[in-house]
């Protein structure tokens, strides 16, 4: 079992900056892909980023590549999201997820922790 914890959400105007993180936990964590997905209202979830544990790689969506940036703390268990230069679109719940196998597709993750609201105003 993977349990997912994120934290970090807010209200910010447009322009703004956001820091999210999802601390993972279990035992088997560090096999898994993590990536980050967001729902709007009235939307599907969407894939927003996504890296891995042992490897480098990260992963964007087009509409954030260039304003958002994936990290994680190995030590701490922890990925972040950094969101700069925030849209109003880019208003949503965002989750952080666990899983294996094609990133961007929201049925490769099995784990998914309850999500964070982001607000941005205009």
């Known amino acids: 079992q993977v349990q997912l914890v994120e934290s970090g959400g807010g209200l910010v105007q447009a322009g703004g900056s956001l820091r999210l993180s999802c601390l993972a936990s279990g035992r088997t964590v560090s096999s898994y892909s993590m990536g980050w997905f967001r729902q709007a209202p009235g939307k599907e979830r969407e894939f927003v980023s996504a890296?891995?544990?042992?490897?480098?790689?990260?992963y964007y969506a087009d509409s954030v590549n260039g304003r958002f940036t994936i990290s994680r703390d190995n030590a701490k268990n922890t990925v972040y999201l950094q969101m700069n230069s925030l849209k109003p679109e880019d208003t949503a719940i965002y989750y952080c997820?666990?899983?294996?196998?094609?990133?961007?597709?929201?049925?490769?993750?099995?784990?998914w922790g309850q999500g964070t609201q982001v607000t941005v105003s205009s």
């Open positions: 890296t891995t544990w042992r490897a480098m790689n990260t």
């Open positions: 997820a666990a899983g294996d196998g094609d990133f961007w597709r929201v049925s490769t993750y099995s784990y």
